[in-house]
């Protein structure tokens, strides 16, 4: 597509249940990047994808989230049993490679009530 | 660790004047690349300006520029004649060229720039 996109837009969960984020990256482009931002905070980093691989996933912060990306296109973020502290902004970004700039998409908003 | 700092949780500037956003950042590599970033309320990240390290000569894009201080690691950005669609969070990021970077960026905590009329 014509850019990254990201669904659901908003999404709004109970404590303890399962939630799954897609991002959709721009075709072609081999790398792709999970960024979370809380209120008030920057983004933080959670796991970068290199066609089908994760060579960096040190930004996950809990065994309760995992990543998967498929066919080098879909990527898939999953937050098992979600915590009031999940609740943030989900971004994804696509590039062509490591040596280019970002194109990020419009994020996911997570609410665990 | 990289660590990218942000001081001015807000700012404001009347439309058609100058504003400086500044930035900080902390590091012990000698070559990378710093970024500025817009996020409008449609939280979609857009990149405003880059900078190469190794590069002495300020980027400028149009209306924005930076003032990059190798080594006060300072990296602040200038927006002139503000116009109403800057209104926006400004994020500095940081990207170490090290390959276990893996392109990552580290963020800081962002400025509120609001403009006024």
């Known amino acids: 597509g014509a850019g990254v996109s990201q669904s659901p837009s908003n999404k709004v969960t109970e404590k303890g249940k399962d939630v799954e984020l897609r991002c959709d990256p721009i075709s072609g482009h081999t790398a792709l990047y999970w960024y979370r931002q809380s209120l008030g905070q920057g983004l933080e980093f959670l796991i970068y994808?290199?066609?089908?691989?994760?060579?960096?996933k040190s930004g996950l912060p809990s065994d309760r989230f995992s990543a998967e990306r498929t066919g080098g296109s879909v990527s898939t973020l999953t937050i098992q049993r979600t915590q009031q502290e999940d609740s943030a902004v989900y971004l994804c970004?696509?590039?062509?490679?490591?040596?280019?700039?970002?194109?990020f998409g419009s994020g996911t908003r997570l609410t665990v009530v | 660790a990289q660590t990218v700092t942000q001081s001015q949780p807000e700012m404001s500037v009347q439309e058609a004047e100058t504003v400086t956003l500044s930035c900080t950042y902390d590091t012990s590599e000698s070559d990378y690349y710093l970024f500025w970033y817009k996020q409008p309320p449609s939280r979609q990240m857009i990149l405003v300006i880059r900078?190469?390290?190794?590069?002495?000569q300020n980027a400028t894009e149009n209306r924005f520029s930076v003032n990059f201080q190798k080594a006060a690691k300072s990296f602040s950005l200038k927006i002139s004649d503000s116009q109403l669609g800057d209104a926006a969070m400004y994020f500095c990021?940081?990207?170490?060229?090290?390959?276990?970077?893996?392109?990552?960026?580290?963020f800081g905590t962002g400025t509120q720039l609001k403009v006024e009329l």
């Open positions: 990021a940081y990207r170490s060229l090290f390959t276990g970077g893996g392109n990552k960026l580290t």
């Open positions: 970004a696509s590039s062509p490679g490591t040596d280019y700039g970002y194109t």
């Open positions: 994808f290199q066609g089908n691989s994760a060579p960096d």
């Open positions: 900078q190469e390290a190794y590069k002495q």
